[in-house]
């Protein structure tokens, strides 16, 4: 069912679909436990045919998995998926082996019942995720990912804290998952879809209280969908980008921005008045807006006047890369249709490569693109040199975004994954961390799966 008309539900359905906005506790504290198996979910609408998709713990998305700051995070795994799998700590810093990438951090956990204990310390509070890292582009269309939220160690006072898992659907007419693996996406702008949920459901509104402060935590965890969020009447503050704080600013152009792997906390104060509606419209794709989600605001105020502004996030324990001494990198993107991308190469299942090297999980395994020393500092110019968007994400590191085609950055922000745009080049800078084989790749998961991947090598 296309967005737009799905887009056209009334908003009976949304004192239920509120209740399923809520976040679910995973447990606290040590242990969890996340079961993959297959299951059903009515994507397309709430009362609507059911898709059969794959899943951590029954839902889609997973759980909210919730920690605290300086905590250790211990996660066993069992997959009775009929894949084998793995699971990414996506945008944490944690020990090489838990970093959860096949036949370079661990072996597969097989199908059918294997099982893998991940177990960490958390040094960085912030909003992540996890999502498998095998096969990714068909594992996540299928609906593995959840939310990762590692609280400060003193929490923002907020009324509620929402993680919002964005996830962009494939579909057929039967609310079935359209087949995976087409060469077309691969080269293009990946798999886009047709049905877009928040939080696994279709669900159109959210209720909320004139007076109330929400801290939102968006993921995209969509394999190529770009959101461009726009919150009609409502003045939200970005207030970290890929779980690390920012000072507080409204969004640039008015919109939340978000590429695959991205994500943004925002402060959002409910200012409407009793009754009143406020819509959430994506323009990521500039053709098409549609609802999001309208905020439905309830017929009782919750409080008349805002609550004082909240003291500022405390950073995270990152280390500051030299910049003076920083040795110089450069990272090309290169290929794809429109592009480099050449006969010999799609012949190979292969669209896109960096620095003239394409990786492939599994057959071919992952190139070394540099050869880096823990500890130093580095900074990396990424060139892309194609007609695409691709947002580059590196494991078990924070990078600071110093310029944009060689304009410095007002706010040079601490991130994992940096959206370009086509022909745009970003200059990212950070300390080489733990010894270790870590990944770079883009996170388009067709792109990835053509080639956009390969190592950073940091050798002690
Ligand atoms: Cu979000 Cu290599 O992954
Ligand atoms: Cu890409």
């Known amino acids: 069912m296309p967005a737009s008309t799905r887009r056209g539900l009334v908003l009976g359905a949304g004192a239920i679909a509120a209740m399923r906005l809520a976040p679910v506790r995973a447990g606290s504290g040590a242990a969890h436990r996340l079961v993959l ?63 959860g990438v096949p036949h370079v951090t661990q072996e597969p956990i ?211 890369p030299d910049l003076p001494l920083a040795e110089r990198l450069v990272l090309r993107l290169e290929g794809g249709a429109r592009g480099g991308l050449t006969r010999e190469m799609a012949g190979r299942g292969v669209a896109w490569t960096l620095n003239g090297l394409s990786g492939h999980e599994g057959h071919h395994g992952h190139a070394v693109l540099a050869t880096l020393v823990s500890g130093r500092s580095y900074r990396v110019e990424i060139v892309n040199d194609t007609a695409w968007r691709h947002p580059m994400h590196l494991h078990g590191h924070a990078f600071r975004v110093l310029s944009r085609d060689g304009a410095p950055l007002l706010r040079p922000e601490w991130r994992d994954t940096v959206l370009l745009e086509p022909r745009e080049r970003a200059e990212i800078a950070f300390v080489a961390g733990e010894p270790g084989d870590w990944v770079v790749h883009c996170h388009v998961l067709e792109h990835q799966g053509a080639g956009m991947a390969g190592l950073f090598r940091i050798v002690a």
């Open 37 to 99: 198996a297959p299951a059903e979910a009515n994507l397309v609408a709430p009362d609507g045919p059911a898709t059969p998709v794959w899943t951590y713990g029954g839902t889609v998305p997973g759980p909210v998995i919730r920690a605290r700051q300086g905590e250790r995070l211990t996660v066993e795994v069992e997959n009775h998926l009929p894949v084998d799998t793995t699971v990414h700590w996506h945008g944490l810093r944690l020990p090489h082996a838990m970093d």
């Open 110 to 320: 097989p199908a059918g019942g294997g099982r893998f204990v991940y177990s960490f310390d958390l040094p960085d509070a912030g909003t992540f995720w996890y999502h498998p890292h095998l096969r990714t582009s068909e594992a996540l269309g299928r609906g593995l990912a959840g939310a990762l939220v590692v609280e400060e160690r003193s929490p923002l006072p907020v009324d509620r804290d929402l993680p919002w898992m964005l996830q962009d659907w494939r579909v057929t007419r039967e609310a079935a998952l359209a087949p995976f693996g087409g060469f077309h996406d691969a080269a293009h702008a990946g798999r886009l879809g047709q049905v877009v949920t928040l939080n696994g459901s279709a669900a159109e509104a959210l209720a909320v209280r004139a007076g109330e402060r929400l801290r939102l935590r968006l993921v995209n965890a969509s394999s190529a969908r770009v959101y461009a969020l726009e919150f009609r009447d409502l003045a939200p503050l970005v207030i970290a980008t890929d779980g690390h704080p920012v000072e507080p600013h409204p969004p640039e152009g008015g919109r939340v921005r978000l590429g695959p792997g991205q994500r943004a906390d925002l402060l959002v104060d409910c200012l409407g008045e009793p009754g009143s509606v406020a819509s959430v419209i994506d323009h990521g794709d500039p053709r098409f807006a549609y609802g999001l989600v309208n905020l439905v605001y309830e017929a009782e105020a919750m409080r008349h006047e805002m609550a004082p502004m909240p003291p500022r996030l405390p950073p995270n324990p990152l280390p500051e």
